[in-house]
RNA sequence: GGCUUCGUAGCCCAACUGGUAGAGGCGGCGGGUUCAAAGCCCGCACGGUGCAGGUUCGAUUCCUGCCGAGGCCA
């Protein structure tokens, strides 16, 4: 019924104005829907409604994130298929959505979980393999250029400088000065372009628990042993496929400025990105191991304090740490070196910057300090994660809280650069201040002394300008079942190929059983599907080898963040065969990006980071029209419950407190009191409302109207059951207004009632300017005002005519599509209301002739006059000054000055 | 600790770019309808906007600081 065609379909009406508003479509877990699920459904189901009724063409499409690891978790309890359980979840979820009457076009339905889909984003997956990214035009391009421009000699062959997990990072390969690109080995090209790629193949250190046979997120480990079992974990390096997303860190960052976002969505993204600005600075070594580099790089934000770097710090996991074990300098302590070391790189990035108590150990090096000439030691410690810069900082004390606990702790040196203020007390400062002890920076501020050590780093050859991010390139493997399987082949060195197009796509293998194997070594379940790991260059289109040669398929698994990914565009064009998108479906829907994205502001940094990046990649390619996907977005504010609190503050479920009186609660068993407060909904509260209750015992209308009249879309306000009866009592109030309680025919006036009319008006154009802005809560109250008029006037033998009727269907119809179709029909309105015009107001009809206006003396409100609603200044000054309760109270008085607002106030100031 | 949003009646919330603090709902109280209750109908009350300053003719709205709550990141 809510079938939407697409340009060039049967019944697209090309004249209209489209409307993509999307909603953040569901993981359908087997408990099926909670009551945050509909209320921004509900949300865009009236915006929808409304815009269908302006006359647009509106996409508003549904579907289901359905990869993911609850069900892989029930697979290996219970050995039935994640596709089972669901597609049985996704039955359920369907189900409860069309009670509320959502319309949504299902004919385009889909899950991430389908194969027609997964096989796209297969190829998308290809796409960004396919491509690298061009720092001097900023933007994505197909590999293959590169390689011409290799070959042609227009670019210089060389490791991608961006590409720290290439050893050879910015350096020409052997031998290439000389003779550019042909002459190179086949190995030297492959790695070459490798490592411009976007998505690539990098060592990762990840949480293997062995035991558990799985990698585990940092959350999932706690104090060296997995959540789950309590079984020991380990770091351990293994090759995963990354994505290159830190080429976009600029774009991903610039992009938010054109973006119609909540400022606070814009500012995680922007804080996630983390870009700043600095300087990479080499400190020369006096006695580096012969191995290692002569000089050591550092990034840092503050190269004005340099004058205050007494010492240096490099994470364990740095190069130079193996050189030095190798070729120990004289006083290093190599054994504590091993120990520590180990020590540390068992414990996450997190774990580390977490400790509270300092550690480290000096290696024996020690570098020169280029601004002060002299030599300072050189120490590794767990605080200087190798994820972040250059894994080595220049340690400033002075100017860093961490520097200065490890100097105090070490008895390192500290030296002030920057003049704390007078009132200052504590340790290391780091505001503003004026350089001290800094030689030809003393006296400059910050900013400036910043810019010319930069300067000067630059002319000594040793520091260059250099933007860093916090934002690390994206881990995209996971070692599991229920995700989609990579299109990529490796043969027996280890070289890694594209499945070819027409291959894909590659399916998901069943599984004898989905438990992980206890295994040392780390192991991706599908390796357990040992015949469907097997194939041939022949059969996955590798090109330039026999087509028998064997072929190993990828085993590691996508995460649950792919299929979200790109969703919103194959709801342009769900069904097409061809493309991903076809050309003409998606410039159509995504002219302008989607025009609203509703959804939980959990998903404010990863998941549309993620999307962004995708989409930009494929926009940089030609595959779609559009920088960025979604120009409007807004979060739901979360629905929360009542839960009481203890003294001690901890909490009690639900139904173990009783309400002795009004707002006094106890605690049944302890016959403590306890306060009533709001908290997030949770089984263990007992306090989680099912929708499924709520609509048997109060309708699908009343539950839509209930959440969006809670309060703002945006705020998260708790769930009141005891409020719910004023929503269902104004649609039975609505119900009697026009028709007889007990019959249910119409009982409808004649003539018009001037009075109810013009209310009339007023709520049109009120309810309509508060869908648009998504204040659904205010629209309703004016629904609700209306109709308490019109319940009033009935007492007075007034009734509405059965046009005024109808219009008040219309009106009501977005919110309660149920009763709203019903009133529509037994009035007597043509075909259904979700297909009629949304009525027209008369600008006339929302003012009155004459108003009131409040007279201030002193800002003090003092009298009220009647004005006619046309008044201009002069008239209102006049009326007011004529005004019996004001004369007598400016008797006497100085009128200083008289200010008027026109149709609002007169303030008179006088004294 | 940083970023961010927000504190209005017993509760949930209105108040547009500063302009009469109150639209609406819940709950409470009173009245009507009724043999009675539920229901329905009508009516009523309650706060000066977390606190302290500032800007302004005028501040719930803008600015500063503090207190408190939520979200995100450390």
């Known amino acids: 019924m809510f079938r939407q065609p697409n340009p060039g379909e049967e019944g697209f009406d090309q004249d209209r104005p489209k409307f993509f508003c999307l909603d953040m479509f569901p993981y359908p877990s087997g408990a099926g829907l909670h009551v945050g699920h509909p209320e921004g459904y509900t949300a865009t189901d009236i915006l929808c409604r409304y815009k269908k009724m302006k006359g647009f063409n509106v996409l508003h499409p549904m579907g289901w994130d359905a990869f993911g690891l609850p069900a892989e978790q029930y697979a290996i309890q219970t050995g039935i298929h994640p596709a089972q359980t669901t597609r049985k979840s996704i039955d359920n979820f369907r189900r409860q959505l069309q009670r509320f009457g959502f319309c949504y076009d299902w004919s385009r339905e889909f899950g991430t979980i389908d194969e027609d889909y997964y096989k796209w984003t297969q190829w998308i997956f290809l796409r960004i393999y396919d491509s690298w990214y061009d720092t001097d035009a900023q933007r994505g391009r197909p590999i293959s250029e590169l390689e011409q421009e290799f070959a042609s000699g227009k670019r210089e062959v060389r490791y991608n400088p961006d590409a720290a997990e290439y050893a050879g990072a910015g350096e020409l390969p052997m031998g290439a000065a000389a003779g550019g690109w042909e002459p190179l080995d086949d190995e030297t090209k492959r790695t070459i372009l490798d490592s411009y790629r976007l998505a690539y193949v990098g060592n990762q250190t990840v949480n293997w628990c062995p035991k558990l046979g799985t990698a585990l997120a940092n959350e999932e480990v706690i104090d060296g042993r997995s959540e789950r079992g309590g079984f020991p974990v380990f770091r351990k390096p293994l090759s995963q496929w990354m994505f290159r997303i830190t080429s976009y860190a600029d774009r991903l960052l610039a992009g938010l400025e054109d973006v119609d976002w909540p400022t606070s969505t814009k500012a995680m993204q922007a804080q996630w990105i983390g870009r700043s600005e600095g300087a990479e600075i080499d400190f020369s070594l006096t006695n580096a191991p012969v191995m290692a580099k002569p000089s050591l790089r550092v990034f840092t934000t503050r190269p004005d304090t340099i004058f205050g770097a007494t010492y240096m710090v490099i994470a364990p ?53 280029p601004a002060t000439g002299e030599q300072i030691p050189v120490w590794t410690s767990e605080y200087v994660l190798m994820s972040y810069g250059t894994g080595a900082i220049m340690a400033v004390p002075g100017q860093d809280e961490r520097d200065w606990e490890f100097a105090e702790k070490f008895d390192l040196p500290i030296v002030r650069t920057v003049q704390p203020p007078a009132a200052f007390d504590g340790k290391a400062y780091t505001g503003e201040g004026v350089a001290i002890n800094s030689g030809f920076l003393d006296g400059l501020g910050v900013a400036q002394a910043k810019s010319k050590m930069i300067d000067w780093l630059g002319e000594q050859s040793c520091g260059v300008r250099k933007v860093n991010y916090r934002l690390r390139d994206w881990l995209f493997s996971r070692q599991r079942y229920w995700g989609e399987p990579f299109p990529i082949v490796f043969d027996q060195r280890g070289w890694h190929y594209p499945v070819k197009a027409e291959a894909l796509p590659v399916k998901l293998p069943e599984l004898a059983d989905y438990a992980p194997e206890v295994s040392d070594e780390p192991k991706p379940l599908l390796a357990k599907a040992t015949e469907w790991l097997k194939t041939t260059a022949g059969e996955v289109g590798v090109s330039g080898r026999p087509a028998d040669q064997a072929m190993t398929r990828e ?128 089984k263990s509260l007992k306090n989680v409302i099912n929708p499924d209750d709520v609509i048997a015992e109060y309708g699908a209308d009343t539950f839509r109207l209930y959440e969006m009249y809670m309060g703002p879309l945006e705020a998260s306000k708790p769930w009141n059951t005891r409020d719910i009866s004023g929503l269902l009592r104004f649609l039975q109030r609505a119900w009697r207004l026009v028709l007889d309680e007990d019959t249910g025919e119409p009982m409808l006036s004649d003539t018009p009632d001037e009075t109810l009319e013009k209310k009339l008006h007023r709520t049109i154009a009120k309810v309509g300017g508060d869908i648009e802005r998504l204040a659904f809560n205010t629209g309703i109250a004016a629904m609700i005002e209306f109709v308490n008029a019109g319940t009033s006037a009935k007492e007075s033998g007034a009734a509405l005519t059965r046009d005024q009727a109808l219009r008040f269907s219309q009106v009501l119809a977005p919110f309660a599509p149920h009763i709203g179709e019903e009133l529509w029909s037994r009035l007597g309105g043509s075909g259904l209301v979700s297909q009629a015009y949304w009525p027209e107001h008369d600008e006339a009809m929302l003012t009155d002739d004459e108003i009131e206006i409040p007279v201030q003396i002193m800002g003090k409100l003092r009298a009220k006059i009647m004005a006619p609603a046309g008044a201009d200044q002069k008239a209102l000054e006049e009326l007011a000054m004529a005004d019996a309760q004001v004369k007598q109270l400016i008797e006497g008085k100085q009128v200083r000055k008289v200010i008027v607002v026109p149709g609002r106030l007169v303030n008179i100031v006088a004294q």
Not at 328 to 341: F, K, N, Q, T, W
Not at 346 to 364: A, H, I, L
Not at 626 to 646: C, N, V
């Open 317 to 369: 996991e740095h190069p130079m740490v193996q050189a030095i074990l190798e070729e120990p300098p004289p006083g290093s302590d190599v054994s504590a070196l091993v120990e520590y070391c180990g020590a540390a790189s068992n414990r996450t990035d997190v774990e580390r910057q977490e400790s509270k108590e300092k550690t480290g150990v000096f290696t024996g090096v020690m570098a020169l300090n």
């Open 555 to 682: 085993t590691n698994t996508m995460p649950g963040w792919a299929g979200s990914c790109w969703y919103y565009l194959r709801f342009c064009d769900p069904k097409n065969a061809e493309r991903f998108v076809g050309k003409e479906a998606e410039a159509y829907w995504m002219d302008g990006g989607v025009d609203l994205y509703i959804g939980g502001a959990e998903h404010a940094v990863l998941h549309l980071l993620y999307a962004r990046f995708w989409h930009k990649v494929l926009f940089d390619l030609g595959e779609v029209s559009t920088d960025e996907p979604f120009s409007k977005l807004f979060h739901q504010g979360l629905i929360t419950s009542f839960a009481y609190q203890r003294k001690d503050k901890s909490l009690v479920a639900i139904d173990e407190v009783d309400e002795t009186a009004e707002d006094t609660y106890v605690e049944r068993e302890s016959g403590e009191s306890v306060k009533q407060i709001t908290a997030k909904m949770s």
